[in-house]
């Protein structure tokens, strides 16, 4: 049974609102990670703009307003956020780069398979799927319209926001799982097709560390692509306190492409 719409449910999360930064020929379209929000990547979008890139930081489908939403999107919904978003940036900038944290990073590698972009960048991404009992447990609990609920409470003054500091829901319904476990199939098929310049960064501390990002790397069709190591950082490393050791080398990265373009 659905649960009963507040009037909070009505308004987005504080803070969920997507941005544009307007600087260079070169722009960057941001991806956030599951459940969060554009604000998960407002950091890393002001190092870029201050390093001369346009910058548009956007809104996943489902995500920023309540986790009633998630009921009603399919993974196919978070390409087209990013083909919304490559529209816009197509009138503004030359080459697009798109750079996600997390599920971001999957959108990111299966777009950059469809679409031209100039480069990709993918962080602290997973690989590997669900289990089929998993995924079959969430279609029939998703069936049943329950809702899995996160290990942290509504914030006090936030409502739907997991923590001050981190923008996420406290809550998901169960049949987005499927969802996801389209998206990383999608993603599989799509790393060999992969042609632009591509970055991936992952934490050894992260989920699925070594095996993620070493099996993505192998499979990408890139011609020139990257891999980055860091220790001790959170899986959001684009919030991690460290984080500036990321945003260079993302802008390393930008750099090299610039100069091959």
Same mark, same amino acid.
């Given at each position: /049974?659905?649960?009963?719409?507040?009037?909070?449910?009505?308004?987005?999360?504080? !803070? %969920?609102?997507?941005?544009?930064?307007?600087? !260079?020929?070169?722009?960057?379209?941001?991806?956030? $990670?599951?459940?969060?929000?554009?604000?998960? /990547?407002?950091?890393?979008?002001?190092? =870029?703009?201050?390093? !001369?890139? *346009?910058?548009?930081?956007?809104?996943?489908?489902?995500?920023?307003?309540?986790?009633?939403?998630?009921?009603? *999107?399919?993974?196919?919904?978070?390409?087209?956020?990013?083909?919304? !978003?490559?529209?816009? =940036? $197509?009138?503004?900038?030359?080459?697009?780069?798109?750079?996600?944290?997390? &599920?971001?990073? /999957?959108?990111?590698?299966?777009?950059?398979?469809?679409?031209?972009?100039?480069?990709?960048? %993918?962080?602290?991404?997973?690989?590997?799927?669900?289990?089929?009992?998993?995924?079959? =447990?969430?279609?029939?609990?998703?069936?049943?319209? &329950?809702?899995?609920?996160?290990?942290?409470?509504?914030?006090?003054?936030?409502?739907?926001?997991?923590?001050?500091?981190?923008?996420?829901?406290?809550?998901?319904?169960?049949?987005?799982?499927? #969802?996801?476990?389209?998206?990383?199939?999608? /993603?599989?098929?799509?790393?060999?097709?992969?042609?632009?310049?591509?970055?991936?960064?992952?934490?050894?501390?992260? &989920?699925?560390? &070594?095996?993620?990002? #070493?099996?993505?790397?192998?499979?990408? @069709?890139?011609?020139?692509?990257?891999?980055?190591?860091?220790? @001790?950082?959170?899986?959001?490393?684009?919030?991690? #306190?460290?984080?500036?050791?990321?945003?260079?080398?993302?802008?390393?990265?930008?750099?090299?492409?610039?100069?091959?373009?």
């Amino acid at each position: /049974m659905d649960e009963q719409i507040s009037q909070k449910d009505l308004f987005t999360v504080p !803070g %969920a609102e997507p941005s544009l930064l307007r600087a !260079g020929p070169v722009s960057c379209l941001l991806l956030h $990670g599951f459940t969060s929000n554009p604000e998960e /990547m407002q950091f890393l979008a002001a190092d =870029l703009h201050g390093r !001369g890139y *346009t910058v548009l930081n956007v809104r996943l489908a489902g995500h920023g307003t309540t986790p009633r939403d998630l009921r009603r *999107t399919h993974w196919s919904d978070w390409l087209l956020s990013v083909e919304d !978003g490559l529209d816009l =940036l $197509g009138g503004l900038s030359r080459q697009t780069v798109l750079i996600g944290q997390s &599920m971001g990073g /999957m959108v990111a590698l299966t777009a950059a398979a469809q679409f031209p972009v100039a480069g990709v960048v %993918a962080l602290s991404t997973p690989y590997f799927g669900f289990p089929p009992v998993q995924v079959l =447990l969430a279609r029939l609990i998703g069936a049943l319209g &329950m809702t899995a609920h996160k290990q942290v409470k509504e914030h006090p003054e936030l409502g739907q926001r997991r923590e001050a500091d981190y923008p996420a829901y406290t809550r998901y319904p169960a049949r987005i799982i499927v #969802e996801l476990a389209r998206l990383q199939k999608a /993603m599989h098929l799509s790393l060999p097709k992969v042609q632009a310049p591509a970055l991936l960064v992952q934490s050894h501390q992260d &989920m699925g560390g &070594m095996d993620d990002l #070493e099996r993505i790397y192998a499979l990408l @069709g890139s011609a020139a692509k990257e891999k980055i190591w860091l220790d @001790g950082f959170d899986h959001s490393i684009v919030r991690d #306190e460290k984080r500036q050791v990321v945003f260079d080398a993302i802008g390393e990265f930008l750099k090299k492409i610039e100069v091959k373009k």
